[in-house]
């Protein structure tokens, strides 16, 4: 194999695929980026067995061939190559190493075969259909927050990704994520071809990479979909990645279907409140107590190891005064995703799980449940 390429288009194809790959591997190939050139581009392929990400990049191709060569170590070195570089990769007949050169670089690298690299992408996937890219990384950012990490409910570790009917009647593709304390439900426009998709739990490290991907939010994103893979294409770039064999809880059942009192609020200003006074939180005791009462809200943080924090806030709020309280850190995260200038907390008792909207916004919806204070 000889191959030369721009340097800009190896580190942008490199920065996409080596992300996969575990710095510490048992399978020593599974250290490496497959480099095979043919038809005039330099295909990048790297995996862990769970994930799969593959790049197309235009290159001069003097002499056809594949290898294999550490994923980390090959970025390392293009990434600190002076912009404007042609980068030239030469495998020898042996294939036991690879020479790159550039300028006056040189670096001789181990390899290993082509054949010893595993494939994640046999098999046929019965369902596709294309959208919007800046619709759906918006799906996962306004999710993934709330994906559990707790690996003995491993069916909580993705995003649950399925075609249901909305609140309004129409179809939606829909996205939820919840670890038992907090959940999120986020709506787009089912696109056409969804409607017969099976309901799938896409894993936690493939909904980063694909979100990561996915930087012009006008490209389009193509998804198929088998019993246990599912592939998203956005220009050169394809993911693959094994879903979760599991089943994902109702979780309509947590959604509050009645509530009493709605609380309003400035969303900015009760994002840098709660931030304020968890200050003096602990990790352990992350418990800031919300006071609703007439026409404001005061939240208060008591830590007995390092002292007491008060502020109030102007809201609106007519119902009965109630005391209740949350993790500040939950409140932060979900605070972070609204895009209104108003926070909706719609609320029962202090034991009951509370609803949060993004204004008026009624493809958002996220449920907190709340602490003891």
Known sequence: MRVTLERAALVKGLTHVHR?????????????????????ELRLRATDLDLEVTESVAAQVEQPGATTVPAHTLYDIVRKLPDGAQVSLTSGD???????????????LQALPEADFPDLTAGDMDNRFSLEAGAFKRLIAKTQFAISTEETRYYLNGIFLHCTDGDDGDKV??????????????????????????????PRKAVAEIDRLIEASDAELTIELSDNKIRFTIGSVILTSKLIDGTFPDYSRVIPSSHDKVLNVDTRSFEKAVDLVSTVSTERGRAVKLSLGDGQVVLTVNNPDSGTATEEIA???????????????????????????????????????????????????????????
């Not at 994520?177 to 907090?182: F, L, V």
């Not at 309280?325 to 200038?341: C, K, T, V, W």
């Open 94 to 108: 042996d294939a036991t190493s690879v020479q790159l050169e550039a300028g006056r670089a040189r670096f001789t």
């Open 315 to 373: 809201a609106n709020y007519d119902g009965d005064s109630i005391d209740i309280g949350f993790n500040a850190r939950y409140l932060l995260d979900i605070a972070n995703q609204l895009e209104a200038s108003d926070a909706r907390f719609e609320l029962s008792d202090p034991g009951s799980p509370t609803v949060v909207r993004d204004g008026d916004d009624a493809s958002a919806l996220y449920v907190l449940m709340p602490m003891r204070v």
């Open 173 to 202: 593709l829909r996205a939820v994520a919840t670890d038992g304390h907090r959940l999120a439900r986020v709506d787009i426009t089912a696109p056409d071809g969804a409607d017969g998709m099976p309901g799938v739990i896409v």
């Open 20 to 40: 996969v790959v575990e710095r510490r591997n048992t399978i020593p190939i599974l250290s490496n980026v497959l480099l095979k050139a043919e038809n005039g």
